[in-house]
């Protein structure tokens, strides 16, 4: 881990060294009739790091 710090969303979401990779659908959830509530897989896709970041979508969220 390369430990770079993304201090706001906006800031993360745009720096292109992060790639996004998948989503991890929570199955558990949806057995029960819920949302899913997944998690984005977010690769740092740099020389020196190349971690990838779980980050829960609901974090992803805008303000209406």
Known sequence: ???KEWHTREDFL???TMVMDG???NRR???EGLPPEG???FTHRT????????IA???FRFAE
């Open 14 to 16: 745009a720096d292109r």
């Open 23 to 25: 989503y991890q659908v």
């Open 57 to 59: 979508a609901s974090k």
């Open 39 to 41: 998690i984005l897989l």
């Open 47 to 54: 020389k020196r790091c190349g971690t990838t970041l779980g």
């Open 1 to 3: 881990m390369c430990r």
């Open 29 to 31: 959830r949806i057995e």
